[in-house]
């Protein structure tokens, strides 16, 4: 049956149609319809857990319909024990008109990251266990800074020359060094969690970078509020905010996101269970710091459990540590 499907030139079986292969799989197999449905299904399921995990060289092989987005997959799952915040003091080749960065407004950044991120551990459970940990590099990178795009996050993009010129090298060979960087942080700090923040020196504004980009969960903070907002400078509420989107939760205010999403940027089991139930646009909204992140810190009971301290069977057991979270 393999034969018809081998592509001599480029020597593999050249699958495409995950069910039609499994169907006719099953039956030279003398596997009956309900053998086949599971065989496809686990199949299909392999797949998605070999691309989540691609850049891991060895994931757990055991692992069910659950991990859809694997924990494993990124460097800051969800806000639970150690959470350690690596900032990144950018300065580009070309700077912006505000200058490079200067020793004051670099503290007074730090400062505000110490307050943003240190709300979210004061917000935290008992149970998560949560406690804050840090440090910082500053390091100039090629070009000028262009914003939410391509030349920032992509592999080419100047938060992996950023890593690079820090002194990591890409040690799997996948292209990238923002995940080098981060395991190795892991690794030595004994962290739960690695979020790499990158401030840059302008008003570019802030934002997160999705899972897709790879395993580091990072993003960039401009000191700088943007223009259209009205200029002003670093306030705690953006670290926050970030640092949030990074463990998994939404945007709640009005223009991103929508009331009942679920969440791409939150891992497995948060993803499945949990929808946005605080969007601005959403009955009995609250006030919040994926809402209103200029004026309070406060997680809403949505962000919370996206963020994985949520316990969705109330069994007492927060969802990530919760073998059995459904019940
Ligand atoms: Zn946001």
Redesign the pocket.
């Known amino acids: 049956m393999l034969i018809k499907y081998y592509d001599v030139i480029h020597d593999y079986y050249a699958i495409k149609d995950i069910d039609k292969f499994g169907e006719e799989l099953g039956s030279s197999l003398g596997l009956n319809a309900e053998e086949t449905r599971i065989f496809i299904e686990s199949q299909k399921e392999q797949l998605i857990k070999d691309y989540q995990n691609f850049d891991l060289k060895d994931y757990p092989s055991e692992k069910t319909i659950l991990d859809y987005i694997s924990p494993s997959s990124q460097s800051a799952p969800f806000a639970i024990g150690k959470l350690y915040y690596l900032y990144i003091i950018t300065d580009f080749q070309i700077p912006s008109s505000d200058g490079p960065w200067t020793v004051w407004d670099r503290n007074d950044a730090m400062y505000d990251s110490y307050l943003g991120t240190m709300a979210i551990q004061m917000q935290a459970p008992g149970s998560a266990n949560v406690v804050n940990d840090g440090g910082y590099y500053i390091v100039t990178v090629s070009g000028e800074n262009s914003g939410d795009n391509i030349y920032a996050w992509g592999v080419n993009g100047w938060m992996e020359e950023a890593a690079r010129n820090i002194g990591y090298y890409d040690s799997n060979g996948d292209g990238r060094t923002t995940d080098d960087m981060a395991r190795s942080i892991k690794t030595w700090s004994g962290a739960d969690s690695v979020i790499v923040l990158y401030y840059t020196h302008d008003d570019m504004g802030a934002?997160?970078v999705g899972p897709d980009q790879g395993y580091a969960d990072k993003g960039a903070i401009s000191y700088w509020g943007r223009s259209i907002y009205g200029r002003f400078s670093s306030v705690p509420g953006s670290y926050e905010?970030?640092s949030l989107?990074l463990y998994g939760a939404l945007?709640e205010y009005a223009g991103?996101s929508y009331c009942g999403q679920q969440s791409i940027l939150s891992v497995s089991p948060m993803h499945e269970m949990y929808s946005n139930t605080n969007h601005v646009n959403c009955p009995y909204s609250t006030n919040s710091v994926?809402r209103d992140?200029y004026s309070t810190n406060g997680i809403s009971l949505s962000s919370m459990r996206f963020i994985g301290w949520g316990d969705y069977d109330s069994d007492g057991i927060l969802d990530p540590l919760d073998g059995t979270p459904w019940g």
């Open positions: 934002y997160a905010h970030e989107h945007d991103a994926m992140p």
